[in-house]
């Protein structure tokens, strides 16, 4: 698994690979984040199923880009990456758009399960036609849980087993 970029959902998002993980998963995590925080996620979780690298780098970096689609793993996490407060979506589609040139220009077989993550539902269709398979509106999503949840207190439990690791 590739992560591209940072954002502060990243101890959530390991763990939940983690609790899904069949067996021992090696997770790559590129971003610009200082080590002291990355450092810190890693410390203070066990993520037993996971065999983590951290790489500090530019997602928008052609050239490191290419040297990770040369890599052939099978999913790439492109996050709304909050490590420069710039804007997360902006890099996002960057990082998708320069993906899906590498990718094309070295026509492979096989183009790994890509999902991207916008914090804007109105840049979905700046994806339209990229190499990105799943596109996750995480505002969106939160919000009709939560509004869901604040109308129905019973289906808290019911969302919680449904959307974490170990539930259905």
Same mark, same amino acid.
Request: glycine residues 8%.
């Given at each position: !698994?590739?992560?591209?970029?940072?954002?502060? &959902?990243?101890?959530?998002?390991?763990? %939940?690979?983690?609790?899904? =993980?069949?067996?021992?998963?090696?997770?790559?995590?590129?971003?610009?984040? +200082?080590? @002291?925080?990355?450092?810190?996620?890693?410390?203070? =979780?066990?993520?037993?199923?996971?065999?983590? /690298?951290?790489?500090?780098?530019?997602?928008?970096?052609?050239?490191? &880009? *290419?040297?990770?689609?040369?890599? @052939?793993? @099978?999913?790439?996490? *492109?996050? =709304? @990456? %909050?490590?420069?407060?710039?804007?997360?979506?902006?890099?996002?589609?960057?990082?998708?758009?320069?993906?899906?040139?590498?990718?094309?220009?070295?026509?492979?077989?096989?183009?790994?399960? #890509?999902? #991207? /993550? &916008?914090?804007?539902?109105?840049?979905? %269709?700046?994806?339209?036609?990229?190499?990105?398979?799943?596109? !996750? #509106?995480?505002?969106?999503?939160?919000?009709?849980?939560? =509004?869901?949840?604040? &109308?129905?207190?019973?289906?808290? +439990? #019911?969302?919680? %087993?449904?959307?974490? *690791?170990?539930?259905?």
């Amino acid at each position: !698994v590739l992560i591209l970029g940072w954002n502060s &959902l990243m101890n959530e998002i390991l763990s %939940e690979l983690n609790g899904h =993980a069949m067996g021992r998963t090696r997770v790559t995590v590129i971003s610009n984040t +200082p080590s @002291d925080q990355t450092d810190r996620i890693l410390t203070d =979780a066990n993520f037993s199923q996971l065999d983590i /690298e951290m790489r500090r780098g530019d997602t928008v970096s052609r050239s490191l &880009l *290419a040297e990770l689609v040369d890599a @052939d793993y @099978d999913c790439i996490f *492109a996050l =709304a @990456d %909050e490590s420069d407060g710039g804007d997360p979506d902006a890099k996002s589609i960057m990082t998708l758009l320069l993906l899906g040139d590498i990718s094309a220009q070295r026509k492979r077989p096989r183009v790994p399960r #890509v999902v #991207v /993550e &916008l914090q804007d539902g109105r840049n979905r %269709e700046l994806l339209e036609g990229s190499i990105a398979t799943e596109v !996750v #509106v995480s505002p969106d999503l939160v919000s009709v849980v939560m =509004a869901q949840i604040s &109308l129905q207190p019973v289906l808290g +439990p #019911v969302y919680r %087993e449904l959307l974490s *690791a170990g539930g259905i």
